[in-house]
C-alpha cells in the first residue's frame, strides 16, 4: 500500500491551513488536484499490473492441477497394463504437481486478496479526487469572500479616521456658500438693474392684488349660509374682482345688516 502514501498524504492534508498559508490559493488547489491525479494514474498502473500478477498465479496453478490429474491418467493406465514401475514414477509425478498447485493456489488467494485492497484504495482514492474538484470552487469562493471581507475592514479601518468625513464636511460648506453667493448675486441684479420704476410698480400690483381677510371671512361666511340674503351682492363684488380697502368691505357688511332691517 505504500503506492497511495503521497496521494493519502495530499487528500488528508488540512486545506484550510493550506489555503492560509499560500499566496495563491487558485493556483495551489490546482496544482493539489493535477498531483492527486498524476499519482492516481501511477496507482492505477500498480494495481493493474497487481491484477496481472493475480491472474498468471491462478492459471499457474490451475494448469499445474490439469497436469496432477494427467499423472494420474497415466498412473492409471500403467497398472491396467501390468507396469507398476511406470505407475509409481507417474504418481511421484502427479503428487510434485499436486503439492506445487496447492502452494501456488495459497499464493494466488494472498495476492487475490492484496489486489482486492488495492482495487477498494484505488476508489476510494479516485473518489476523493472527484470530491476535491467538486470542492475546489467552494473553497476558492470561500478564500474571496474572505478576502473580500478583509480589504472592506481595511477600508473602512481608513474611513474611521477624521480626515476623510472633514473632507466631505469642508466640500459640503464649500458648495453652500456657493450657492448662496450666486443667489446673493441673483438678488444684487435684480434689485439694482433694469427699470426701477417699473419694478416698484410691479411689487406695487403684486401687493394690492390679494384679497383682504375681511373679504375673504364674508366670503366664507356667505358660502356657510350665515349672512342674510342681501349677501350674494357683496359676493358677486367679491368674484368681480374687488379689492377695496378696509373701509369699503366693513361698508358692505354694514349694508348686509340693514337690508333686513328695510324689510
Known sequence: MGLFDRLASLVKSNINDLISSAENPEKMLNQIIVDMRDQLVKAKQQ???????????RDQFESEYKQSQDWEQKAMLAIKEGRDDLAKQALLRQSEHFSHAQQ??????????????LKAALRDLNDKIEEAKRKKNLLLARQRRAQAQK??????????????????????EKIEQNER??????EIDEEFSGDRLSQDFKRLERSAGGVSADAQLLALKQKMGLLPSGAPKQNRQLNAGATGDDETVHAEIEDANEEPRQG
Not at 501456488?104 to 485492497?117: A, F, I, P
Open 151 to 172: 480589504r472592506i475592514s481595511e477600508t473602512m479601518s481608513g474611513l474611521s479616521e477624521k480626515s476623510a468625513f472633514e473632507a466631505f464636511a469642508r466640500m459640503e
Open 47 to 57: 494495481v493493474a499490473a497487481a491484477i496481472a500478477d493475480e491472474k498468471r498465479l
Open 181 to 186: 453667493m450666486i443667489k446673493a448675486s441673483s
Open 104 to 117: 501456488l493456489e495459497q499464493t494466488w488467494q494472498s495476492h487475490q486478496l492484496e489486489t482486492e485492497k
